[in-house]
């Protein structure tokens, strides 16, 4: 048996405020990336605090900030300056984010990722129609498939050293 | 207690789509989806529960015999697939058969299944999901969300957290009721 008059009903109680919920999904969707750090410098911050034994509001104090604003910091929905990121870690004597300080350390990175992505190669191209060599267009960069006795990996080297391979 | 639309068709006769509740507007005018969004994204909030369950999860080998910290990160990932899965809802179709309210709610108990009306329905963003959205449904493809949270017992009762949710359910319930929002064939309780 249908509800009668439903709508009538309906509208004694519905809210007149209007939910925010899909512009709040659509935002942190498109933002994860950034929200994904924010929300684990915040757990850090947190674990300092209880380690230290500090409330919220001692640490504002600290920073000479609002305790306002450290509650918003731990929400994990800040988008904060390395400048504030700074601060917090010196307040706090703890390192809050890892930022790679060598070239070593960003070229390592950098093949990593490459070995994610010749691994990737791997799994999607045939071996029959796989290319030994890359070449982008525009780019001083070639990715080159080597074989070592470790195993296949992709490096990273540039045209020029080629070249002077006589490749 | 106000109803508060989420997505959902009010003009529409019957109405159709997600509302929620919010159940003391004079107190936290925010409507129970909207604290369960706040409280799944906030890193505060999911470190106090689950440490005050550290000594469960980290012993309790259905969990994989977890940190505080993984159960944290594991909440994350299920939180932003459940935005996914309720965005895509909202955009492609509440009426959809496969993609609909009716596919994602599932009735909460067994003994709800054959109670057409006003079931109180669950929903979860994926077969192994912790996470919980608790809803009624009032008519086919209207539904209200009366709470939700981490369910990491086999029974909501084991959980003072829960309890408190299977609590609120009655109570939307029971409002429903007295504003004769309340069709005796319709009425489900509901699970995500």
């Not at chain 1, 999607?124 to 990715?143: E, R, Y």
């Not at chain 2, 299944?113 to 669950?122: A, S, T, V």
């Not at chain 2, 017992?153 to 959980?159: I, L, N």
Request: with cysteine; net charge neutral; charged share 30%.
């Amino acid at each position: 048996m249908p509800i009668e008059n439903f709508n009538k009903k309906l509208d004694k109680v519905l809210s007149k405020k209007k939910s925010d919920f899909l512009e709040s999904a659509s935002f942190q969707l498109d933002n994860r990336a950034w929200l994904d750090m924010s929300f684990e410098i915040a757990l850090n911050i947190l674990d300092v605090l209880e380690a230290k034994g500090w409330t919220q509001k001692q640490l504002a104090e600290k920073l000479g900030v609002s305790p306002q604003q450290v509650s918003k910091i731990v929400k994990g929905k800040e988008n904060l300056r390395l400048s504030t990121i700074s601060k917090l870690e010196a307040v706090l004597e703890t390192e809050l984010i890892y930022v790679a300080n060598s070239e070593k350390e960003v070229e390592r990175s950098i093949s990593q990722s490459l070995d994610v992505f010749g691994l990737f190669l791997d799994s999607v191209i045939p071996k029959s129609s796989k290319a030994p060599k890359l070449k982008s267009s525009g780019s001083s960069f070639q990715m080159k498939e080597n074989t070592s006795s470790k195993g296949k990996v992709v490096k990273l080297s540039t045209v020029d050293d080629n070249f002077a391979k006589g490749a | 207690m106000k109803i508060v639309p989420i997505f959902a068709d009010t003009k529409r006769k019957p109405p159709e789509g997600l509302f929620s509740v919010c159940i003391d507007p004079e107190k936290d005018q925010r409507d129970e989806f909207k604290i369960l969004d706040d409280n799944l994204s906030d890193p505060e909030f999911l470190r106090n529960f689950f440490n005050k369950r550290e000594a469960f999860i980290g012993a309790h080998p259905f969990h994989g015999s977890i940190t505080v910290r993984e159960a944290i990160r594991r909440t994350r990932n299920e939180y932003f697939s459940l935005l996914r899965i309720f965005k895509d809802l909202a955009e492609e179709g509440i009426t959809d058969e496969e993609l609909g309210l009716v596919e994602i709610f599932k009735p909460l108990k067994k003994s709800e299944i054959f109670k057409p009306q006003l079931q109180k329905e669950k929903a979860k963003s994926s077969y192994k999901s912790w996470i919980r959205v608790y809803a009624l449904r009032v008519a086919q493809n209207f539904y209200i969300v009366t709470g939700g949270g981490i369910k990491l017992y086999k029974t909501m009762q084991e959980d003072e957290y829960l309890k408190t949710q299977l609590a609120k359910i009655e109570l939307v319930k029971q409002f429903l009721i007295e504003n004769e929002m309340y069709d005796p064939e319709g009425f489900q309780e509901l699970e995500f």
